[in-house]
């Protein structure tokens, strides 16, 4: 991993949708400085710097108020990237961060008091080894008590395999990316209706209705995307967040422009309350209680 990969566009278009006041970007990273924040020597993906000076202009820009940032699998369990961008926010940012399994107490309480919010559960073999079920059921009873959430990554083939394990999982959970479902098959494709399953099975799973770029293949505007999920957006209007998922994480190729992700959430969210719903009350629910 000697070259270190870029993966964003630096001058995203400005997008023709403008987000109502108070929108939350529910799906956001950071990766370094390197020289202040190393990688971990497990990372599958070597990134330039993308830190938050990068961050917030790209949330001002797109006319968001707010960011959610979800640690990087390239920083492993060293939430210190995170955590330093939280607090650089002056509050308008909080975190997911990935911990390990033996994790003290006082220090979940010190992430606590840094901004993070969830704990996130990454089952992709090519960016992780090892995904340990019962260590991560241990995590998610012990971080019940702060009021914390699961983020849980999956890939579509497994969930079937995983449904016994978010089954016992005591706190709310959200689903990254959908568990990057096969949208080509469109609302009624045996994916889609997996994971609508999924919802109904528990009144307190979120899903992040995100990434056309990784979920389509058509390129944008991703018809198929909009086609598959705008149905998901009217039918768990209270259960969808959204994000740029900027950086865009090992995306080499068909790097997307923030602006015109953008430009999706009208056509999934196609009234003024679905787009409050899904960029401000729901965020707000789960990672500022005290604005919700």
């Known amino acids: 991993m000697s070259d270190r990969v870029k993966s964003w566009v630096d001058e995203p278009s400005l997008p023709r949708f403008r987000p ?10 950071v990766f370094g400085p390197m020289a202040d924040f190393p990688f971990s020597p497990n990372a599958k993906y070597l990134p330039q710097d993308a830190g938050p000076e990068m961050l917030f202009a790209l949330r001002d820009r797109l ?3 707010r960011n959610v940032i979800v640690q990087a699998s390239c920083h492993g369990t060293d939430n210190r990237a995170t955590l330093s961008a939280i607090a650089l926010s002056q509050g308008k940012a909080r975190g997911v ?5 033996d994790i003290d107490d006082a220090e979940l309480e010190r992430l606590h008091a840094g901004g ?18 019962d260590s991560f059921l241990e995590i998610a009873r012990r971080i019940a008590p702060l009021g914390w959430h699961v983020v849980i990554y999956f890939e579509a083939e ?3 395999e995983l449904r016994a394990f978010i089954d016992e999982i005591p706190s709310p959970i959200v689903v990254d990316h959908m568990g990057r479902l096969n949208v080509s098959r469109g609302p009624e494709g045996p994916d889609m209706i997996a994971f609508r399953a999924l919802l109904d099975s528990r009144d307190d799973i979120w899903a992040k209705v995100t990434c056309p770029d990784r979920l389509s293949a058509q390129g944008p505007p991703w018809r198929d995307f909009v086609a598959a999920v705008r149905p998901l957006v009217d039918d768990y209007q209270d259960r969808v967040l959204w994000g740029t998922d900027w950086p865009h994480p090992n995306m080499e190729q068909a ?5 015109v992700l953008v ?11 679905l787009q409050h719903r899904l960029l401000v009350a729901n965020p707000l629910c789960l990672y500022w209680t005290e604005l919700a």
Not at 97 to 101: E, L, M, R, S, Y
Not at 263 to 272: F, G, L, N
């Open 97 to 101: 961060a990935v911990v390990h399994p």
């Open 116 to 133: 993070i919010r969830g704990v996130r559960f990454n089952f992709l073999k090519r960016l992780v080894d090892d995904a340990l079920k």
């Open 255 to 259: 790097i997307p422009d923030d602006g």
């Open 63 to 65: 006319g968001f108020e």
């Open 263 to 273: 430009d999706v959430i009208p056509e999934i969210a196609r009234t003024a309350d």
């Open 158 to 160: 497994i969930l079937a």
């Open 20 to 29: 109502p006041a108070g929108a939350v970007d529910a799906h956001c990273h």
